[in-house]
C-alpha cells in the first residue's frame, strides 16, 4: 500500500484534525525526521493551510483538537500540541494542553515548530545572506569548514539537508556532513531555495 493509502486506512478517509472528508493531502511533519505513516498525518487544506500560515490560524476551528489530541498516532497528537501552543493565549486550549501527554522526545520533537514561545522569544536563524532558516531546510557550505575534534573537513559546495536549529543560539544549525553529525556557525552557509 502507498503512503496515501496507509494514512486514509488508519483515518477513515477523514482529516485526523478536524474529522473534514474532503479536500485530503498528507501532511508531512516539519522538520520531517522519518516522514512515513509515523511523520506524517491525513489532512484537510483548512487545517495545513493554518498549520502553515499562523496568520489565517481561526481558533475555533481548532475546538476539534479536544478529540484529536487523544490518538494513538504520534503524528496527530504532536500536531495538536503545537496548534494547542500556538492559540494558548485563548484560555481553552491550554485546558487542553494540561492534560495532553507526550513522550519526551514528542515534545521536544513538537517544541521544534517554536509555536509554543511569544514572538519576542523567538531565535531567528539566517543564513550569510539574510535568509531565514527553519528547521528541515537543506543549506550548502559557503567555505571549507574543520569539522573540531575531528581530522575532517567539509568541503564547500556540500549540502547539508534537514538542518537542525539551536533554540538558545541563532548563529549555531546542526547537520549531518556524510555520517557525522555537526554543529555549523549560520555565517558559513547559505539556504537552497525549495523547487516549486
Not at 500540541?81 to 520533537?109: C, I, N, T, V
Not at 557550505?141 to 573540531?148: N, Y
Request: glycine share 6%.
Amino acid at each position: 500500500m502507498s503512503l496515501l493509502q496507509d494514512l486514509e486506512a488508519r483515518s477513515g478517509k477523514q482529516c485526523e484534525l478536524c474529522s473534514a472528508s474532503h479536500n485530503l493531502s498528507i501532511y508531512e511533519m516539519k522538520p520531517v525526521t522519518v516522514g512515513g505513516v509515523d511523520g506524517s498525518i491525513l489532512a484537510c487544506e483548512t487545517c495545513v493551510t493554518q498549520i502553515e500560515n499562523p496568520e489565517t490560524t481561526d481558533a475555533n476551528h481548532w475546538r476539534c483538537l479536544n478529540d484529536a489530541m487523544w490518538s494513538e498516532h504520534r503524528g496527530v497528537k504532536i500536531i495538536a500540541w503545537r496548534m494547542l501552543a500556538r492559540l494558548r493565549k485563548e484560555g481553552w486550549p491550554q485546558d487542553l494542553l494540561d492534560m495532553l501527554y507526550l513522550e519526551e522526545q514528542d515534545l521536544r520533537f513538537a517544541k521544534e515548530s517554536g509555536d509554543h514561545l511569544e514572538e519576542s522569544e523567538k531565535i531567528i536563524h539566517r543564513d550569510a545572506n539574510g535568509a531565514v532558516l527553519q528547521a528541515g531546510d537543506t543549506v550548502v557550505l559557503i567555505k571549507d569548514l574543520k569539522v573540531k575534534g575531528s581530522s575532517m573537513v567539509a568541503k564547500q559546495g556540500t549540502a547539508v539537508r534537514r538542518i537542525s536549529l539551536d533554540h538558545e543560539n541563532a548563529k549555531y544549525i546542526e547537520g549531518k556532513v556524510g555520517a557525522t553529525q555537526i554543529v555549523i556557525i549560520t555565517d558559513y552557509v547559505k539556504k537552497v531555495a525549495e523547487k516549486e
